[in-house]
């Protein structure tokens, strides 16, 4: 089940952002949001990385197959099942989320 964690704890943020090792599946930051909607202030101060970092946490929890040299860097594409994004199976929440996410760094310019 797809989870993400909302950055609520600079200190449990930063330790997850600076991790040499790929994402793991499951909580990762502070809170699972599997099924809260992430709102925008509680993404106010997050930065670019962490920003895209949350997002894409989404598609590699719901199977995604990641493309670009960055995104195989952070996160596994060990047991991935979609290598097209349109095509990964979102529920309502994580819909949501990717997209109050992704407002977030447009927002930011990122």
Known sequence: MTRL???????????????????????????????????????????????????NSIYDDAGYCFQTDRAKARFSNEGCRYTDQSEV?????????VGVIKAAEDRKGC
Do not use: F, M, T
Not at 27 to 53: A, F, G, T
């Open 5 to 55: 964690i909302l950055a609520l704890a600079p200190v449990a943020l930063a330790a997850a952002s600076l991790s040499a090792s790929p994402a793991k599946a499951g909580c990762h930051l502070v809170d699972c949001v599997e099924n809260v909607y992430v709102k925008p202030y509680q993404l106010r101060d997050k930065s670019c990385e962490i920003l895209w970092i949350l997002r």
């Open 89 to 97: 199976p979102l529920n309502d929440y994580q819909r949501h989320n």
